[in-house]
C-alpha cells in the first residue's frame, strides 16, 4: 500500500499544515509497481472500484455517479463508459455584442468569420468545449477526445472554424476506429495548416507531416537500428510519405460562412511510384491521386506497429507512466493484440483495459497526479453544485474554467509541441510535471477558493452548500465520521487517521468529540440562527478547506 501514496508533494499531511506545502520540498518519489494482466478482473465489485474505474475514464465524479456505476456492477458499468454521448449542439456567441451576423445566443459556426469576429469565437469555442467536460455524463468520451488531441496534436492555429472542425472531428471518432482517424485527421484542415501539409507539393516537397505521421501519430520512434533507420521506420519512408502526401491545399472563404474543406489539385502531386522500406514489408505505392495518403495508413497499419504504439499511450493516459518488462510483456503486449484483433476499434480495446485485473490493482489506485483539467473539473463536479444560469453566463463560467486549466499550465487546443503535453511523454518525470513551483501555488488558491468564497465571476458564482453537503452524510454529529465520509469520494484512497485528526483539530480546535456534536445539534434544532449558522458554517469552510488542501487530492 506505501507505492499508492506517492510523496510527489512534500510532507505526508499528517504532520504538516496544507498551507506549509512547498514546493521546493518535492522530490522524486518511487515508481509504483502495477501487478496483475489483461486477464478479466474477478475480485469484489465495491464503491472502491468503481471509485477509481470513474477517476480514470471521466471527469469530477460525483457519490451519485459512483454509487450508480456501483450498482450497475463492472460489465455493465464499462458498457455505459463506452456509450455515445449526448449532442451539445454547437458554439454560440455567448457575450459579443458587435457581431453583425450572429446574434448572442446563436452560434457562429456558420456564418461569415469578420476581421473583427475571431477573437470571441476562440473564447466561445474554449467555453464551449469545456463545458462539454463539465456536463459529462457517464462516458469516457470526452477524456479520449482530450487523448486524441494529446495524439494527433495541432496548437496554435488561431482560427475557431478551423479549431472547432479538428475538435469535433477527434469528438466524431473518440471512441471509434484509430486508422479511420488517421486517415482523416491527415487531411484535416487544421492538421494541414499546422504541419504545413498544404505546402507540400512535387516541386517543393515538405516532410513535416510525413515524419509526425510516422514518429508520433502511428508506428513511433523506436532505437536507432542503423543509418537513418530507427526500428519502426526510416528516413526513406519520411520522404516516401511526403511524396505520397503531396497536392493538398485548404479551400475556405471565411466571409461565405463554410467550413474549411481539404483540397486536392491533382497538378501538384507527385505521381512516380513511393518505395517503403522492409518495415512495411518494402511495399510499393503507385499513384493513387486524392485517395493515395488511404494506401499508404493502410500499409502503415497492416505492419502492426500502430496497435503497440497505440497500448502505451492509453496505458500511461490511464494507468500510469512507467512500463517495465513484466508490463510490456502482461499488459501492453496482449492489448496491443485485442488492438489488432479488433481492427484498431477502440471499444473492445478500452473494455479489455477497462475490465483487467491489472487495472483494479490495489497499487493503481491513486498512483496518477491530476492533469490540469481533471484537477479543475473536479473542483466544479466533485460536490454536485447546481447550476440554474441562461446558456450566456454558463458559457461566461466556462470560460473562467478555461483559464483556470491554462494557468496550471494545459492550454487545450494549443500543447507545448507537436508531441503533446511533456507530462504525458518526457521521462523519467512525466505526469509529475504537473506539480511545480508554479503551479503547486495555483492550484491551492483554487482550493481555497472554492471551499470558502466559491469560484465564478461577477454575479455568478459557484460555492458548495456546504450545509447541504453536511447533511447528506450518514452521521454528521460525529467529526470523525463526518470528515471521513465528506472525504470518502473525493479522495482516491482513505484518510489515515492522523490526517483525521489534523482536520478534527481545525474544526475544533482542541476540544472534545462532544463539542462538534453539541455545536452541531444546536444548528440543527435552529437553523434560522444566522449566529449558530455562521459558527458552524465557518468551522465547517475552514475545515474543508484544510482538506482539499492536503497532497493527496491531486492524486486519482
Known amino acids: 500500500m506505501e507505492n499508492n501514496l506517492i510523496d510527489m508533494l512534500p510532507l505526508s499531511s499528517e504532520t504538516v499544515s496544507p498551507n506549509d506545502l512547498n514546493p521546493e520540498m518535492i522530490v522524486a518519489p518511487p515508481l509504483v509497481i502495477i501487478n496483475g494482466t489483461l486477464d478479466p478482473f474477478s475480485g469484489p465489485w465495491t464503491e472502491a ?255 502492426g506497429q500502430p496497435a503497440y504504439f497505440l497500448a502505451r499511450k492509453l496505458y500511461r493516459w490511464f494507468v500510469y507512466y512507467h512500463i517495465d518488462e513484466t508490463i510490456e510483456q502482461n499488459v501492453i503486449q496482449p492489448l496491443a493484440q485485442v488492438i489488432i484483433d479488433n481492427d484498431y476499434e477502440l471499444k473492445p480495446t478500452l473494455t479489455a483495459l477497462f475490465s483487467s485485473e491489472h487495472f483494479y490493482d490495489v497499487n493503481s489506485i491513486g498512483c496518477q497526479i491530476k492533469n490540469p483539467a481533471d484537477f479543475v473539473i473536479d473542483l466544479v463536479k466533485q460536490f454536485e453544485i447546481e447550476v440554474s444560469a441562461p446558456i450566456e453566463e454558463q458559457y461566461a463560467l466556462w470560460y473562467l474554467y478555461f483559464q483556470g486549466i491554462v494557468l496550471i499550465q494545459m492550454e487545450i487546443l494549443n500543447p507545448g509541441s507537436v508531441a503533446g503535453w511533456k507530462a ?68 482516491p484512497l482513505p484518510l489515515s487517521d492522523g490526517q483525521i485528526t489534523f482536520l478534527k483539530e481545525v474544526l475544533i480546535p482542541g476540544l472534545p468529540d462532544e463539542e462538534w456534536t453539541i455545536e452541531y445539534t444546536a444548528y440543527l434544532n435552529d437553523p434560522e440562527n444566522e449566529l449558530i449558522k455562521l459558527a458552524v458554517e465557518i468551522k465547517l469552510r475552514q475545515m474543508l478547506k484544510a482538506l482539499l488542501g492536503f497532497a493527496e487530492y491531486h492524486l486519482q
Open 49 to 303: 472500484t468503481a471509485k477509481h474505474l470513474l477517476y480514470r475514464s471521466i471527469y469530477g465524479p460525483t457519490k451519485t455517479q459512483i454509487e450508480e456505476v456501483q450498482e450497475l456492477g463492472l460489465n455493465a458499468a464499462v458498457e455505459q463508459l463506452l456509450s455515445d454521448p449526448i449532442d451539445p449542439g454547437l458554439p454560440i456567441n455567448y457575450n459579443y455584442l458587435l457581431d453583425p451576423t450572429t446574434p448572442v445566443g446563436q452560434s457562429w459556426i456558420f456564418q461569415p468569420e469578420l476581421d473583427n469576429t475571431s477573437n470571441y469565437r476562440r473564447r466561445s469555442l474554449r467555453a464551449w468545449l469545456t463545458g462539454i467536460k463539465v456536463n459529462q455524463k457517464l462516458t469516457v468520451h470526452e477524456k479520449m477526445t482530450l487523448f486524441w488531441h494529446n495524439h494527433f496534436v495541432t496548437s496554435d492555429i488561431r482560427a475557431p472554424k478551423f479549431e472547432y472542425q479538428y475538435y469535433e472531428l477527434l469528438r466524431t471518432h473518440a471512441l471509434g476506429n484509430f486508422r479511420t482517424l488517421a486517415k482523416e485527421i491527415s487531411v484535416n484542415p487544421a492538421m494541414l495548416r499546422y504541419l504545413n501539409g498544404n505546402q507540400n507539393t512535387k516541386n517543393a516537397p515538405n516532410e513535416n507531416y510525413a515524419r509526425e505521421l510516422l514518429e508520433l501519430f502511428t508506428v513511433g520512434k523506436g532505437d536507432l537500428a542503423g543509418p537513418g533507420d530507427y526500428s519502426t521506420f526510416t528516413e526513406d519512408d519520411v520522404r516516401e510519405a511526403a511524396k505520397v502526401m503531396t497536392g493538398w491545399k485548404i479551400n475556405y472563404n471565411r466571409l461565405t460562412g463554410d467550413l474549411p474543406e481539404p483540397l486536392f489539385i491533382s497538378l501538384l502531386h507527385d505521381t512516380s511510384t513511393k518505395k517503403l522500406s522492409y518495415h512495411f514489408n518494402s511495399e510499393s505505392i503507385t499513384n493513387g491521386g486524392e485517395d493515395e495518403y488511404k494506401t499508404l495508413i493502410d500499409i502503415i497499419f497492416a505492419s
Open 424 to 491: 504525458f511523454y518526457q521521462e523519467p518525470s512525466y505526469n509529475r510535471l504537473w506539480i511545480n513551483s508554479v503551479t503547486l501555488p495555483i492550484r491551492l488558491v483554487y482550493t481555497d477558493l472554492f471551499s470558502t468564497v466559491g469560484i465564478g465571476q461577477g454575479n455568478r458564482r459557484l460555492q458548495i452548500d456546504i450545509f447541504k453537503l453536511v447533511a447528506a452524510l450518514p452521521n454528521p454529529l460525529n467529526p470523525n465520521e463526518l470528515i471521513r465520509d465528506l472525504a470518502e469520494p473525493i479522495f
